[in-house]
């Protein structure tokens, strides 16, 4: 694995911010886009980012405004997103030829993206040193043959990221169904999977409940296990304007953070003179994986005083009667030991909640990423469904997701555990039956390769080997692979750790002009709140020789199957439109696709939102009953969660600045309680090795990292992935969803030199 990035000697410590500073963020966008694209290259991608008609932001999957909008409608993150993406250096032939692969993979990620565009196919040839350029045709070439000569279609695994295209996710996910198999892992596992898995069960569809309407009009706005300062930073200005009108916000996490403690928006008066909006009304500073037992007693609490939506219940849930009679019975020293909070804490909440007409609970990984998360989801299911907020103006369900299409993936089908509507809907349009066995999700992904049930990996998108878990294992699983295939525009530890022929397609991005077919293309994509809307790149591309996502997954598709069940490759690849025809005959709620796209878009159907009726076997919405279970740890240890910081997009990492927490030129920090400290015979300052402790008796270590005082409970630990990444265990997942538990590791401290 890589040494330690020779900027971590200059890391600093400094106090966390009180607050998220807006106009210090649009300076620093500002700043940093010229250094990165120059200053007539930045005018034009920000001046058309999340506008009508411009392009969609590749960043976080937050919805842009339905009516007029700002001029500078993006946030600090999606400006760096532009800035990385459309940097003026470039990798090509030459680059590759100065650095064998092994040089390469002493390189920390960091330096491996900020070296530049990737502008030519190149391909590492079994047994070689360095990667070397290859034509397209020969490349596509290469994975057909590989792809023919395989034993059987489940040997391959076709992983996608979030910010590919629905027109790109559909013709992947045909490709891999057409070829016959369901193994389309994606980066929905690694994250949302847990929230897919519960609102399925509980409400009927795997997707949040509201608009951006709703927010703006809630009363109540519960904010759990999540960063929107951080992570989805344009969140923050509808919560101001909840704010304004009266709303009251309630923020549970293990971390204080400042977006939610106040926001200055630089957009508005009162955010230029410094003054800024205070949010969260109340901070409850949960012990990781304390939320289930929190919502069990806020549903006991609820209960005993009388809030309840008798009618809505009798008439649209099931259930019920067995989940109060569960509540009723919660241990409230059981619920103390597992929260870390008071019961005055805890009772001050559920008076916020009681006292509330209107209410949105919005979750991100912070909840998703636990054993128990599926099951943490359906408790904030059953409040919601008590109170009656589900499908009810300015109330419902937000789970906030991070990558920009990720949603809009899965409802092309990107999905290993299709819906049999959508194969039949499939096997109906295009005339061959698809395959009905369950494919690999992402962890089964990495157990396939490194046991040689899969030989060949394509990736559209994303960087596998360092979003996954148990990093050692996954990039040992890569290597094992008789090829690997990664549509690219960055470099990225996934390029080096690859399989034993592998290859790099350097493809468009987001902001770029695409010419395919000799016209001017359009993509879409789907937002967090359903929303689906085009796209369209206006800048110049980094290189002669890219290709977009869709050409490049037609050409993979015709070079392995040829004219197999006389699907078009050539003609979706030479006009979008035809894509997006098929598109609207086959996803259920994409009738008339193309004409609505032409129309400026839609909202897809959601029947829980729409109309209050519950697509579940029962027909109604349903309230689960979960048993609540104290999770411990020996003395002398403690549960690490990780998390990104703030100049970081998943795993890309723009810099290495974490202003809003004190951390300037580094990343190596655990953020830890000074009540820790004292136990531990530790200092604010020491160095550490991390290691973690599984029950499989495997050491997993991270090395050097800075401990940094904080104000997070005693017990818990926190610090960055993908640094921590390897210190996940593959087999540790949430159950029911498979999701990787990057919220609950636990680990011991050893100090070094």
Not at 145 to 159: G, I, K, N, T, V
Not at 199 to 222: E, P, Y
Not at 383 to 405: D, E, F, T, W, Y
Request: proline letters at 5%; one cysteine or more.
């Amino acid at each position: 694995m890589p040494a330690l990035d020779d900027e971590e000697a200059n890391l600093r410590v400094g106090p966390p911010a009180d607050h998220a500073a807006g106009l210090e963020a649009v300076r620093l966008s500002l700043a940093n886009a010229v250094r990165k694209m120059g200053v007539r290259k930045t005018a034009r991608n920000l001046a058309v980012l999340n506008q009508h008609d411009g392009v969609d932001c590749m960043s976080c999957a937050w919805p842009d405004p339905s009516g007029r909008r700002h001029t500078a409608e993006f946030c600090e993150n999606g400006a760096k997103a532009v800035s990385w993406e459309g940097q003026r250096d470039t990798v090509g032939p030459e680059f590759f030829a100065a650095h064998p692969i092994a040089d390469l993979a002493g390189r920390t990620d960091h330096w491996l993206e900020k070296q530049g565009r990737l502008t030519h196919p190149m391909i590492r040839r079994d047994g070689g040193t360095h990667y070397e350029p290859i034509e397209w045709d020969e490349a596509f070439a290469v994975i057909g043959r590989h792809l023919r000569e395989l034993d059987s279609p489940h040997q391959a695994a076709f992983y996608t990221s979030g910010r590919a295209s629905n027109e790109a996710a559909f013709v992947y996910q045909l490709l891999a169904r057409a070829f016959g198999t369901n193994n389309l892992p994606d980066c929905s596992n690694m994250c949302h999977e847990s929230t897919g898995t519960a609102l399925m069960r509980t409400i009927g569809i795997g997707k949040g409940s509201v608009t951006l309407d709703d927010l703006h009009h809630a009363d109540l706005i519960v904010v759990s296990g999540q960063n929107p300062g951080t992570n989805h930073p344009r969140m923050l200005t509808a919560l101001e304007v909840a704010k304004r009108d009266g709303a009251k916000i309630l923020a549970i996490n293990p971390l204080p953070e400042a977006g939610l403690i106040r926001f200055d928006n630089p957009q508005k008066p009162r955010g230029l003179a410094g003054r800024g909006t205070p949010l969260a009304d109340r901070l409850l500073r949960i012990r990781s994986n304390g939320d289930l037992a929190l919502w069990q007693a806020i549903g006991h609490l609820l209960l005993a005083r009388g809030v309840a939506d008798k009618e809505f219940i009798t008439s649209s849930t099931v259930g019920f009667e067995a989940w109060a009679d569960h509540v009723a019975r919660i241990d409230r020293e059981q619920v103390l030991a597992a929260t870390g909070l008071t019961w005055d804490e805890i009772e001050a909440a559920a008076d916020m909640l009681a006292g509330a007409e209107r209410i949105v609970h919005c979750w991100a990984m912070g909840i998703t990423q636990h054993r128990n998360a599926v099951a943490t989801i359906q408790e904030f299911v059953n409040v919601a469904l008590l109170q009656g907020m589900i499908g009810k103006p300015g109330a419902g369900l937000c789970p906030v997701r991070g990558h920009s299409n990720v949603q809009g993936d899965r409802s092309m089908g990107i999905w290993e555990r299709p819906s049999a509507l959508f194969l039949d809907r499939l096997r109906d349009e295009f005339g061959f039956e698809p395959p009905r066995e369950h494919g690999h999700d992402a962890v089964d992904t990495v157990r396939a390769f490194r046991d040689g049930r899969a030989r060949v990996f394509i990736a559209l998108g994303g960087n596998f080997v360092s979003a996954m878990s148990d990093t050692e294992v996954t990039a040992a699983s890569m290597r094992n692979a008789a090829l690997t295939v990664q549509v690219s525009t960055k470099l990225n530890r996934s390029h080096v750790e690859a399989g034993r022929t592998a290859l790099i397609l350097p493809t468009l991005g987001r902001t770029e002009q695409d010419l395919t077919g000799g016209r001017v293309q359009r993509i879409t994509v789907e937002d967090s709140m359903s929303a689906v809307h085009a796209s369209r790149g206006r800048s110049e591309p980094a290189g002669p020789l890219l290709r977009s996502e869709i050409d490049i997954v037609c050409g993979i598709a015709a070079a392995a199957l040829g004219d197999r069940h006389g699907i078009p490759w050539d003609g979706f690849a030479a006009d979008y439109e035809e894509i997006r025809e098929r598109i609207g005959r086959v996803v259920p709620g994409c009738d008339d696709y193309a004409a609505k796209i032409r129309g400026g878009g839609f909202t897809m159907p959601h029947p829980p939102r729409d109309s209050r009726t519950f697509p579940t076997v029962e027909g109604k919405a349903v309230f689960t009953v979960s048993p609540v279970e104290v999770m411990t740890v020996p003395e002398g240890r403690l549960i690490l969660q990780t998390l990104r910081s703030h100049d970081q997009f998943n795993t890309t990492i723009y810099g290495l600045d974490d202003r809003y927490r004190g951390i300037t030129s580094g990343r190596r920090v655990v953020f830890i309680s000074a009540a820790d400290l004292a136990e531990l015979g530790f200092a604010d300052g020491d160095m550490v090795d991390l290691v973690s402790e599984w029950s499989d008796g495997v050491e997993r270590r991270a090395e050097r990292f800075r401990l940094v005082g904080y104000d997070t409970p005693k017990g818990c630990v926190a610090a960055y992935y993908p640094e921590t990444n390897p210190l996940v265990p593959l087999d540790s997942q949430a159950e029911g969803s498979g999701t990787p538990t990057s919220k609950w590791v636990q680990v011991r401290l050893e100090r070094v030199a």
